[in-house]
């Protein structure tokens, strides 16, 4: 006696049900990896940014900690009114040079690595701290009177800000400009605040003990 065996197999309904329950798991994991990789990069930015900030501090406090007292000339052959520079103080407003850079500080620094004046160089050299566009840039001398032609390195420290400002705490207020005078080269501390697209506002403070002669 022949048995017939009924076929068994997905009826187009159950076939289209896992197609679609197969739909949502792989875009739910697509979805799981890109949310994954976006935090990824974005803690990888944010980790890089936070490094390059305590590079920028750093070096901004190192110079802080070694001013001097010395004058400088300019390209014009001009000497400088003061040894440290800042702000507001060009008639309530910020200088502005010929190429639209605003100047926030100028300084002289002695921390030039020379140990035992073993090279043919000062230690001396003249920074400058500018906002170019969006950007705060450590900007660097090598020596003190500068022609036109005196060559320079410059160095990004903070990028895509805005509502860039900077005060000076001259004895127990603070000030928005300032300019070295007899028995004060520079003041007890500076503050920079500026809006950075990562971290919001931000405060920079730098606490200057004293400057060298």
């Given at each position: 006696m022949n048995k017939r065996h009924a076929q068994k197999g997905l009826t187009l309904v159950e076939m289209l049900v896992a197609l679609s329950v197969f739909s949502v798991i792989a875009t739910s994991c697509l979805v799981i990896m890109r949310l994954g990789l976006d935090s990824d990069g974005q803690l990888t930015r944010a980790t890089q940014t936070a490094a390059e900030f305590q590079v920028a501090r750093s070096l901004i406090k190192a110079d802080m900690a070694q001013l001097s007292g010395r004058l400088t000339r300019n390209d014009l052959g001009q000497r400088t009114p003061a040894?440290?520079?800042?702000?507001?103080?060009?008639?309530?407003?910020p200088l502005i040079n010929d190429e639209g850079e605003v100047l926030l500080v100028a300084l002289v620094s002695n921390g030039r690595f020379n140990p035992n004046h073993i090279y043919p160089q000062s230690s001396l050299q003249y920074i400058e701290y500018l906002l170019v566009e969006d950007k705060i840039i450590r900007r660097v001398w090598p020596f003190l009177d500068r022609l036109d032609e005196t060559p320079f390195t410059e160095q990004v420290l903070f990028n895509s800000v805005t509502d860039v400002s900077i005060s000076f705490l001259d004895g127990p207020r603070w000030r928005d400009q300032w300019q070295s005078?007899?028995?004060a080269i520079a003041p007890r501390a500076v503050e920079l605040n500026f809006e950075h697209p990562v971290f919001g506002p931000v405060r920079q403070l730098f606490f200057i003990r004293g400057a060298s002669a």
């Open positions: 040894a440290m520079r800042g702000g507001n103080f060009q008639f309530g407003d005078r007899v028995g």
